[in-house]
């Protein structure tokens, strides 16, 4: 059974400085029409470097969202241009919104393209930008960590190896666990659900219940946390991510109500992404429900 994965491709997070007026702060939780409307309003020239790079992630999460790699390569190379012009000055916030903005657009162009060679480039932006954020940023210090567990846990995926999965599980848990730089309410969230993903392919790559207990677990515990945030996204990602999670679940224990109650979860998430128009969303979400309908077709006829 493969159940495609949302979770990496949807919830990679980010660290905006500065930005246009009225845009939203955090991009990771804007909709097709928000992005849209921040990379209508700052030019595709002469802005300033922070403005580019909101405009830049604009880009690469809305061609994310719709599918649409053209616009994710654009925005990984208006990032990078950033990046490379802020190589020779002052390391600061700015340089490691810039090294995030990168790693997070070349985790979702690999995701796109199999263009695996990107993801190492991707690793070593973020891990530069973590280690300098530990002692001079500590605030963006977790969600960081999320981005890098990210990228390792793609790496793992897309080898089929567990050991990078594994290595992404520990960042995970070092950015929940750290007890002097903690994860806002935010990035508590997101981080619960890309652990989970990496805890739903060491289910599927061990062949063992066990990682996707854990991953219901913790998509649960999300859900539960995201109906107080106000972030619409964020649920429809949740919904879809735990209905994959129970899917997996359900196959391994014989359990039909897991697969029933992810196949209810599947087509909340799907009624979201119509409503705001993402339509890449929308079409794996079926695709995954589609696999929990097979699951629970299978189950019925033992």
Not at 128 to 157: V, Y
Not at 229 to 244: E, R, V, Y
């Amino acid at each position: 059974m493969v159940i495609r994965s949302l979770i990496a491709v949807f919830a990679l997070a980010a660290v905006l400085s500065g930005g246009a007026a009225a845009a939203p702060r955090d991009l990771a939780d804007a909709s097709p029409a928000e992005l849209q409307a921040v990379i209508a309003r700052i030019p595709a020239s002469g802005a300033p470097a922070d403005q580019t790079l909101t405009r830049a992630e604009a880009m690469f999460r809305l061609g994310n969202l719709n599918g649409d790699v053209g616009m994710i390569r654009r925005g990984a190379d208006a990032a990078s241009a950033v990046l490379s012009s802020l190589q020779a000055g002052e390391r600061g916030a700015l340089w490691v919104t810039a090294n995030k903005a990168v790693g997070t657009a070349l985790v979702m162009l690999t995701q796109r393209t199999n263009e695996r060679s990107r993801l190492d480039e991707a690793i070593a932006a973020f891990e530069s930008a973590t280690l300098f954020a530990r002692d001079s940023l500590p605030e963006e210090w977790p969600g960081l960590m999320n981005s890098l567990a990210i990228a390792q846990w793609t790496k793992g995926r897309m080898a089929k190896d567990v050991a990078p999965i594994k290595q992404a599980n520990e960042t995970f848990r070092a950015a929940l666990n750290d007890t002097t730089m903690k994860p806002s309410d935010r990035e508590r969230v997101r981080i619960q659900v890309n652990m989970a993903s990496s805890l739903v392919e060491m289910s599927m790559l061990a062949d063992d219940v066990a990682p996707a207990e854990e991953a219901v677990t913790q998509l649960q515990a999300a859900l539960s946390s995201v109906e107080s945030l106000g972030i619409p996204s964020q649920k429809a990602i949740i919904q879809g991510n735990l209905a994959q999670a129970l899917t997996i679940r359900g196959a391994k224990k014989q359990d039909a109500a897991d697969v029933e109650r992810a196949v209810e979860l599947g087509k909340q998430a799907i009624a979201y992404w119509e409503q705001v128009g993402a339509v890449d969303a929308r079409n794996d979400t079926e695709a995954n429900l589609r696999q929990s309908y097979q699951v629970l077709t299978e189950l019925y006829a033992r």
